[in-house]
């Protein structure tokens, strides 16, 4: 197409023709989405390597670790208290802002956003490309606090004071990653503030609010909820810097008491402020995408769209009010614990709604299962199980006795991890002929989901069990007490389903990157799929998606319509399609 | 007054576009500091007497008069759109170099507080008291500085002539992040000096 004869708006540059401005600094969303997601992926890698020492560790407490016991010589190849220490907490921290962060919302939320709402960029393109370089700021304040003296952090990924302060962790590499956590909260500002004014401002003519793809529902909440509660994370980790850094005492007791000293539980309440939305922050895109990609691969339009699109309004809502939950030990006022019990025990209400209008889209429908599709219904059954163990330790008379114990940590990975792990690559497959043009091998992305979906379930399930007979999380070798010895079968168990897990991630590596670098061309619409990015942009989409920018004429699902069927032969019907004429009634249809 | 009517053409959609941005980002911000308004509170909650006994309680006068400085080149800055928007382009950018003016003089004052303060009471002296004072203060020095630096840029384009009725995208936007910084401070000098 003669770029010359383009309309576009004043925000879209022009495409660039040198590396540096096309592949490294580009203002572009689509390659920006791309920066994020390789990037998301390296660290998604260095996230399950942690993870699998320290599942080695309950395996095999003391013994040397294989291969990676390279990286521990200083030890003798073995992990000691304090490295055991790190480890945990850089998987976490990495796998929550390194990991899913910028894959779920960088990568999907750059890439489909501008496309799924018919606009040709970001509503601040140069913001965008900022926040990619903001992001790696704190990749490499991450890495560099690997090679400092008394190592990376070490106080857990909550960062609880006074542990995290200079007391319980001296040395430079919490610091480091403290302000690595401020810094990338800066970068997800960033990309929040782009995301909601593009869906605000810069929708198509016709794309409607309630006409919008779920996939972009989801992720304006997620940005609204980043906007309004990362910076409180980052008003936590500057009191944090400062107390380090500085000499105040926001969060140390003790001595200073006298004098009126700080408050660890301050802490907590920063944290959970900003950490109980974020555990919407990092589920919100998934359930979006399952609820575009499940209607898609059932040939049915989603189920009660507006119930989907006002659940997770009212998630997004509740979210902000139940924070609390997490702190019911800290000695809290009997009266507001209950309150927050009660705000948490109602998400499951809109959670429900969810949860059945998927398997009612499914239900009855032509359901057909490449790859995408299976991962979106894995998501939808570790989400269910992750949800349901949720109500344990949302009600107060069960999460004394579950509190810190394995259960959290099965509970919590079953829905931020399995959940956001499943629902990524479901989205990841679903796009993949768009994002690079070229389609992966099915039998590997089959292969690559049973084996994630089955032994993801047995690890964070193995959890649940131990927690459940008692065992405290974060333990360095929890058969040091004579009442969890017994547990040790089971941890070794669990420990294998999660080297059988890393085992299944091979096929995608191999899968990825053969097939975007020399997969077979994809069609335009592969999946005759009904959204715009599909019907109406190339695979991969030109450089300002659109021209001319199509007029929105239906809602994102019209699928399996017998009228669509009679006037056009297929089964559906693109959200920009005119029909040919006689068409007046399915075309006049709202959502 | 009411001779002149005021020259408001309809903004471009980009403008209105780009104004959001700067809502989003100043809400985004201001979740910043109501968290830390929180943390003071929750501290001065905790503690039986504000300030702890024995420590002496913090100075208002200057925190009160560098409310006025921030207050006056906040209405400086005012002037400078004021004139824009009246079609006298040319006559805005004195005012713009008063309020950043201002704003430098607000900078150092704090300094002079730091330090005066500093000789009785350093930032861990006093527990959530002193950190609190410091803390907050700093913080919020910080995004001063950043807003001089957004009133220099505005400076230069207004010497350089930039600005019209019509265009002024970047005064008005510095405009609203320097009036936050203001209000900011004004919260501060209430909850931090005088109650």
Same mark, same amino acid.
């Given at each position: 197409?003669?770029?010359? &004869?383009?309309?576009?708006?004043?925000?879209?540059?022009?495409?660039?023709?040198?590396?540096?401005?096309?592949?490294?600094?580009? &203002?572009?969303? !689509?390659?920006?989405? !791309?920066?994020?997601?390789?990037?998301?992926?390296?660290?998604?890698?260095?996230?399950?390597?942690?993870?699998?020492?320290?599942?080695?560790?309950?395996?095999?407490?003391?013994?040397?670790?294989?291969?990676?016991?390279?990286?521990?010589?200083?030890?003798?190849?073995?992990?000691?208290?304090?490295?055991?220490?790190?480890?945990?907490?850089?998987?976490?921290?990495?796998?929550?802002?390194?990991?899913?962060?910028?894959?779920?919302?960088?990568?999907?939320?750059?890439?489909?956003?501008?496309?799924?709402?018919?606009?040709?960029?970001?509503?601040?393109?140069?913001?965008?490309?900022?926040?990619?370089?903001?992001?790696? @700021?704190?990749?490499?304040?991450?890495?560099?606090?690997?090679?400092?003296?008394?190592?990376?952090?070490?106080?857990?990924?909550?960062?609880?004071?006074?542990?995290?302060?200079?007391?319980?962790?001296?040395?430079?590499?919490?610091?480091?990653?403290?302000?690595?956590?401020?810094?990338?909260?800066?970068?997800?500002?960033?990309?929040?503030?782009? =995301?909601?004014?593009?869906?605000?401002?810069?929708?198509?003519?016709g794309?409607?609010?309630?006409?919008?793809?779920?996939?972009?529902?989801?992720?304006?909440?997620?940005?609204?909820?980043?906007?309004?509660?990362?910076?409180?994370?980052?008003?936590?980790?500057?009191?944090?810097?400062?107390?380090?850094?500085?000499?105040?005492?926001?969060?140390?007791?003790?001595?200073?008491?006298?004098?009126?000293?700080?408050?660890?539980?301050?802490?907590?309440?920063?944290?959970?402020?900003?950490?109980?939305?974020?555990?919407?922050?990092?589920?919100?895109?998934?359930?979006?995408?399952?609820?575009? @990609?499940?209607?898609?691969?059932?040939?049915?339009?989603?189920?009660?769209?507006?119930?989907?699109?006002?659940?997770?309004?009212?998630?997004?809502?509740?979210?902000?009010?139940?924070?609390?939950?997490?702190?019911?030990?800290?000695?809290?006022?009997?009266?507001?614990?209950?309150?927050?019990?009660?705000?948490?025990?109602?998400?499951?209400?809109?959670?429900?709604?969810?949860?059945?209008?998927?398997?009612?889209?499914?239900? !009855?429908?032509?359901?057909?299962?490449?790859?995408?599709?299976?991962?979106?219904?894995?998501?939808?059954?570790?989400?269910?199980?992750?949800?349901?163990?949720?109500?344990?330790?949302?009600?107060?008379?069960?999460? @004394? =006795?579950?509190?810190?114990?394995?259960?959290?940590?099965?509970?919590?990975?079953?829905?931020?991890?399995?959940?956001?792990?499943?629902?990524?690559?479901?989205?990841?497959?679903?796009?993949?002929?768009?994002?690079?043009?070229?389609?992966?091998?099915?039998?590997?992305?089959?292969?690559?989901?049973?084996?994630?979906?089955?032994?993801?379930?047995?690890?964070?399930?193995?959890?649940?069990?131990?927690?459940?007979?008692?065992?405290?999380?974060?333990?360095?070798?929890?058969?040091?007490?004579?009442?969890?010895?017994?547990?040790?079968?089971?941890?070794?168990?669990?420990?294998?389903?999660?080297?059988?897990?890393?085992?299944?991630?091979?096929?995608?590596?191999?899968?990825?990157?053969?097939?975007?670098?020399?997969?077979?061309?994809?069609?335009q619409n592969?999946?005759e799929a009904t959204?715009i990015?599909w019907t109406h942009?190339?695979?991969?989409?030109?450089?300002?998606?659109?021209?001319?920018?199509p007029t929105i004429v239906r809602g994102?699902?019209e699928l399996a319509n017998p009228e669509v069927k009679k006037l056009t032969g297929r089964d559906w019907a693109g959200q920009a399609e005119e029909l040919p004429a006689g068409a007046v009634p399915a075309a006049a249809k709202g959502? | 007054?009411?001779?002149?009517?005021? /020259?408001?053409?309809?903004?471009?959609?980009?403008? %209105? %576009?780009?104004?959001?941005?700067?809502?989003?980002?100043?809400?985004?911000?201001?979740?910043?500091?109501?968290?830390?308004?929180?943390?003071?509170?929750?501290?001065?909650?905790?503690?039986?007497?504000?300030?702890?006994?024995?420590?002496?309680?913090?100075?208002?006068? #200057?925190?009160?008069?560098?409310?006025?400085? #921030?207050?006056?080149?906040?209405?400086?800055?005012?002037?400078?759109?004021?004139?824009?928007?009246?079609?006298?382009?040319?006559?805005? +950018?004195?005012?713009?170099?008063?309020?950043?003016?201002?704003?430098?003089?607000?900078?150092?004052?704090?300094?002079?507080?730091?330090?005066?303060?500093?000789?009785?009471?350093?930032?861990?002296?006093?527990?959530?008291?002193?950190?609190?004072? /410091?803390?907050? %203060? +700093? #913080?919020?020095?910080?995004?001063?500085?950043?807003?001089?630096?957004?009133?220099?840029?505005?400076?230069?384009?207004?010497?350089?002539?930039?600005?019209?009725?019509?265009?002024?995208?970047? #005064?008005?936007?510095?405009?609203?992040?320097?009036?936050?910084?203001?209000?900011?401070?004004?919260?501060?000098?209430? %909850?931090?000096?005088?109650?």
């Amino acid at each position: 197409m003669d770029t010359s &004869t383009v309309a576009r708006s004043p925000h879209v540059h022009d495409e660039p023709t040198s590396f540096m401005r096309k592949w490294l600094f580009s &203002t572009d969303h !689509k390659v920006i989405a !791309k920066q994020f997601l390789w990037t998301g992926l390296v660290f998604l890698a260095l996230g399950g390597t942690l993870a699998m020492m320290i599942r080695w560790q309950w395996a095999f407490p003391g013994e040397k670790v294989p291969v990676l016991g390279m990286f521990l010589e200083r030890a003798g190849g073995m992990i000691t208290p304090a490295t055991y220490q790190s480890i945990f907490t850089m998987h976490g921290l990495i796998m929550i802002f390194w990991a899913i962060t910028p894959i779920l919302i960088g990568c999907f939320g750059n890439y489909t956003i501008p496309l799924q709402i018919g606009a040709q960029d970001m509503a601040f393109p140069v913001l965008n490309m900022m926040s990619f370089w903001t992001f790696i @700021i704190s990749a490499l304040l991450i890495v560099a606090s690997f090679f400092v003296q008394l190592g990376t952090a070490a106080a857990g990924w909550t960062t609880y004071a006074p542990l995290s302060t200079n007391v319980g962790t001296p040395g430079l590499g919490q610091t480091l990653v403290v302000a690595a956590i401020f810094v990338t909260g800066v970068a997800t500002i960033m990309g929040g503030i782009n =995301y909601v004014t593009t869906v605000i401002r810069l929708r198509a003519p016709g794309m409607t609010w309630m006409r919008m793809p779920l996939s972009v529902w989801g992720l304006w909440l997620t940005a609204i909820l980043n906007v309004l509660f990362v910076p409180v994370l980052g008003s936590a980790g500057l009191l944090l810097l400062l107390d380090r850094a500085f000499g105040t005492q926001f969060f140390i007791a003790g001595a200073a008491g006298v004098k009126g000293g700080g408050d660890p539980i301050l802490f907590q309440h920063l944290f959970w402020i900003f950490g109980h939305p974020e555990v919407y922050i990092l589920i919100l895109p998934a359930w979006g995408m399952i609820s575009d @990609i499940i209607p898609m691969f059932s040939r049915k339009p989603a189920y009660w769209y507006a119930g989907t699109v006002w659940a997770m309004v009212a998630v997004t809502v509740l979210s902000a009010v139940v924070y609390g939950h997490h702190m019911f030990l800290t000695g809290m006022n009997p009266l507001l614990g209950k309150g927050f019990m009660t705000f948490t025990l109602i998400i499951s209400v809109p959670a429900e709604v969810l949860f059945l209008n998927w398997l009612h889209t499914m239900w !009855k429908g032509s359901n057909r299962f490449p790859t995408p599709m299976l991962f979106a219904v894995g998501t939808v059954f570790v989400f269910g199980l992750g949800g349901l163990t949720g109500l344990y330790l949302g009600t107060i008379a069960t999460d @004394i =006795y579950l509190h810190d114990t394995m259960w959290v940590v099965g509970h919590f990975h079953l829905t931020m991890a399995a959940a956001a792990f499943l629902g990524s690559f479901a989205g990841l497959y679903y796009w993949f002929p768009k994002m690079f043009g070229r389609q992966y091998n099915e039998t590997l992305g089959k292969v690559h989901f049973w084996g994630s979906v089955t032994f993801i379930t047995l690890v964070f399930v193995g959890q649940l069990i131990v927690g459940f007979s008692g065992q405290q999380r974060r333990l360095y070798d929890p058969y040091q007490y004579t009442y969890l010895q017994h547990l040790l079968t089971a941890n070794r168990l669990t420990s294998y389903a999660a080297f059988l897990l890393a085992l299944f991630q091979v096929p995608f590596v191999v899968n990825f990157l053969r097939s975007v670098f020399a997969g077979a061309p994809a069609a335009q619409n592969p999946w005759e799929a009904t959204t715009i990015e599909w019907t109406h942009a190339a695979s991969p989409p030109p450089h300002y998606n659109y021209n001319p920018i199509p007029t929105i004429v239906r809602g994102p699902h019209e699928l399996a319509n017998p009228e669509v069927k009679k006037l056009t032969g297929r089964d559906w019907a693109g959200q920009a399609e005119e029909l040919p004429a006689g068409a007046v009634p399915a075309a006049a249809k709202g959502a | 007054m009411g001779d002149v009517v005021r /020259y408001r053409p309809p903004r471009p959609r980009e403008e %209105t %576009t780009a104004a959001m941005g700067m809502v989003l980002f100043l809400g985004s911000w201001a979740m910043l500091f109501a968290a830390l308004f929180l943390a003071y509170g929750f501290a001065r909650m905790r503690l039986t007497s504000w300030p702890p006994a024995g420590v002496a309680a913090l100075p208002w006068k #200057l925190p009160l008069g560098n409310t006025l400085v #921030l207050g006056l080149s906040s209405w400086s800055y005012q002037r400078a759109v004021r004139e824009v928007q009246m079609a006298r382009a040319a006559r805005a +950018w004195p005012w713009v170099a008063v309020a950043m003016a201002l704003g430098i003089t607000f900078v150092g004052l704090q300094v002079v507080l730091w330090r005066s303060v500093g000789r009785s009471m350093e930032p861990g002296a006093a527990g959530a008291y002193s950190s609190v004072f /410091y803390g907050l %203060t +700093w #913080l919020h020095a910080a995004h001063a500085a950043v807003g001089i630096l957004g009133l220099g840029y505005v400076l230069a384009r207004a010497v350089a002539g930039a600005y019209s009725g019509a265009r002024h995208l970047s #005064l008005r936007l510095w405009g609203m992040y320097w009036h936050f910084v203001g209000a900011v401070w004004a919260l501060m000098f209430v %909850t931090i000096f005088v109650l």
